[in-house]
């Protein structure tokens, strides 16, 4: 578990492997480790008092622009495992999140993503409080 205590805390989101996200092999295929990030960020922007749906609504996207994965063992059907996010940086139109999947004490992998936000007509946005949550009470 990551001990850096000069970075923003951990979320952790447990996600258990379904049989349907294994291959041939019996392991977990590596695509459907961007799924887990996926969760994890939406589960995170929740958890700050945001909604993508809401945000979604409201014409704003927040969009993929790099994924950086680090494998390190894999992960098998039914493996109860921890995805740890933070946020590593905010700039004005992107977001880093940083990324560690455990499967008890054992580090599965490590990741990055970086999004950017963009309006309806794939514009990028200058990323606002107003943007991401807009009025707080409907959410």
Not at 5 to 16: A, H, K, L, N, T
Not at 45 to 61: H, I, L, P, T, V
Not at 87 to 94: C, L, P, S
Request: proline share 3%.
């Amino acid at each position: 578990m990551p001990q850096d205590s000069s970075m923003p805390d951990w979320f952790e989101v447990p996600i258990r492997v379904r049989y349907c996200e294994t291959d041939a092999m019996g392991l977990l295929h590596h695509a459907n480790y961007l799924n887990y990030f996926e969760q994890a960020r939406t589960e995170l922007f929740r958890a700050e008092g945001g909604s993508y749906r809401c945000m979604e609504e409201r014409g704003f996207y927040f969009v993929i622009v790099k994924v950086e994965v680090d494998y390190k063992r894999p992960g098998r059907f039914d493996d109860d495992l921890r995805v740890l996010i933070r946020v590593a940086k905010r700039t004005a139109a992107k977001i880093e999140h940083e990324y560690e999947v455990y499967s008890g004490q054992q580090l599965m992998n490590k990741a990055r993503t970086i999004v950017a936000c963009v309006d309806r007509q794939g514009q990028v946005q200058r990323i606002t409080d107003d943007i991401m949550y807009g009025d707080r009470e409907s959410n």
